[in-house]
């Protein structure tokens, strides 16, 4: 089952639930799925929506000066993400894969340790790996 077909269906549920806030959470990201010119979205797709949805959501609390650890959409967002590589994790693929020999300098490397970890790393994470080194 992909992404979306699963948060589709976890609408019902939660609906059947009476769970509001998860509720109108899913629905939000069903009307950004309806606004896409495709009607089937690949998992990245989907991922690169819902990062979009929290980003935008961080920026309007900020704005208010509230905190986004606190909010319950958030937290449901980011429930439908793939969990993140840890910072020991980047690492050691870091020094198994990466020859740095081949780039003119580290930050170069950026691309293909991005591309490995395809949406489950932070690129200011990565990035401070490779200064560290």
């Known amino acids: 089952m992909s992404l979306q077909e699963q ?5 019902k549920d939660s609906m059947k639930a009476k769970n509001q806030a998860k509720t109108a959470a899913i629905r939000i990201i069903i009307g950004e799925f309806q606004r896409q ?3 089937e979205l690949s998992d990245a797709e ?3 929506i ?3 949805l929290i980003k935008s959501e961080t920026e309007l ?7 986004a650890d606190q ?3 958030i937290t449901i967002l980011e429930s439908y993400l793939p969990r993140q590589a840890t ?9 198994a894969n ?6 003119a300098n580290k930050m170069q490397a950026m691309k293909p340790i991005m591309s490995h970890f395809a949406g489950r790393a932070d690129g200011n994470l990565v990035k401070e790996i490779l200064q560290d080194i």
Request: aromatic share 10%.
């Open 7 to 11: 948060i589709r269906s976890e609408l």
């Open 37 to 39: 010119p495709k009607k």
């Open 46 to 48: 989907v991922i690169a």
């Open 50 to 52: 819902i990062r979009k």
């Open 61 to 67: 609390l900020a704005a208010g000066h509230e905190s």
């Open 71 to 73: 909010s319950d959409y």
């Open 87 to 95: 910072k020991e994790e980047i690492g050691a693929w870091i020094e």
């Open 98 to 103: 990466i020859d740095f020999a081949a780039f």
